[in-house]
């Protein structure tokens, strides 16, 4: 287990404050935020690069706090590699087990058998400058777990590659993280990313843990304006909850929303894109919330198009390419939204 407690540093301007959390044994915390959160420089701290003003950090109920990185049994790997350049890609892999002493013959093994299992065992007589961003990548995960280290750290892992390769390298990664059972910490800014590689995501911005959730928690039930903000809500507004018969209504500039969230008085309200559902006209389900407006924005962006109505509040949503072709849209349309109470998060 990794145990991060009231852990703050502070550098010129910057400054990380008051983090806690802990990390359990085969499982991978996301550490989620823009640049300049102070992601990487948490990761430093864990790893022993740098000092905390004050705190503790622990790994496998041991305080490390004061040990150098060498001493606390961690694999780190950036997003630029930090291979080195003049050794082959066998002897980069092999670095640190030469390091504490192992035998040819047990280093060799290793070497081949992390390797093989990374699909890089045809590179090990090369040199590293001119191989690929994911040959680097596996080559640089293969020197970081070599030394079967006791927790791993990973900072922005993928950056450097392509889209295709990224999604395979996130399937061996975390193939391999699960079969070693130790503890992760994963950063990244990208949020479909995050999903796929977390247990549970902590949401950093400006050297603070804003919110430490469930993956599906942190994006359908955001905590703060900022998490919601960032994890693509859109629809973000002010309004004042109270109780009609019993159930959680919410009046957003005259509009009423039914929520299931249990609250009252002023509060923040979010409604994720992709939980409205779009109609030509009123259907009939058991979602409570159903509203008539007529599109005044029409975004597309990858295979999403983004619809924005005025319903008394300018509300978007998500719908398909395939669906925008087929309902033949255009500014200025009538539609109806409809969303679940559930869809409504109250904070």
Do not use: W
Not at 167 to 187: C, D, F, K, N
Not at 201 to 212: K, P
């Amino acid at each position: 287990m990794i145990s991060v407690d009231s852990l703050e540093y502070a550098a010129g301007k910057f400054s990380l404050l008051d983090i806690s959390f802990s990390v359990g044994d085969g499982e991978t915390l996301v550490v989620l935020g823009p640049t300049g959160a102070g992601k990487t420089v948490l990761l430093e701290l864990i790893a022993g690069f740098r000092r905390p003003r004050s705190g503790h950090v622990s790994i496998g109920g041991n305080d490390v706090t004061s040990l150098p990185p060498e001493h606390r049994g961690v694999g780190f790997v950036y997003q630029d590699y930090l291979l080195f350049p003049h050794l082959s890609v066998f002897e980069n892999i092999a670095y640190g087990l030469e390091a504490k002493g192992a035998r040819r013959a047990e280093t060799r093994r290793s070497v081949e058998s992390l390797s093989s299992q990374l699909g890089i065992v045809h590179l090990l007589d090369r040199r590293t400058r001119n191989l690929s961003g994911g040959e680097q990548q596996r080559i640089a995960l293969a020197r970081a777990l070599i030394t079967n280290p006791k927790t791993m750290l990973l900072d922005e892992p993928f950056a450097a590659v392509d889209p295709n390769t990224k999604e395979q390298l996130m399937r061996e990664t975390t193939r391999i993280l699960a079969s070693l059972g130790i503890p992760v910490v994963y950063v990244t800014h990208d949020q479909v990313e995050a999903t796929e590689m977390a247990d549970r995501i902590a949401v950093m911005n400006e050297g603070r843990i804003i919110q430490l959730d469930l993956p599906e928690r942190v994006f359908s039930s955001p905590k703060t304006e900022f998490v919601a903000s960032f994890v693509g809500t859109r629809n973000i507004y002010k309004g004042s909850a109270s109780k009609e018969n019993g159930r959680t209504v919410v009046e957003v500039q005259g509009v009423k929303l039914h929520s299931s969230v249990d609250i009252e008085g002023s509060v923040h309200v979010t409604v994720r894109p992709e939980d409205i559902l779009i109609s030509s006209q009123m259907i009939s389900s058991s979602a409570r919330n159903s509203l008539r407006g007529r599109i005044t924005v029409l975004k597309e962006k990858g295979p999403v198009v983004y619809l924005t109505a005025d319903c008394g509040v300018d509300m978007t949503a998500a719908i398909t390419r395939e669906s925008f072709r087929e309902f033949k849209l255009t500014v200025g349309d009538e539609v109806y939204l409809t969303f679940k109470a559930t869809s409504v998060n109250l904070f």
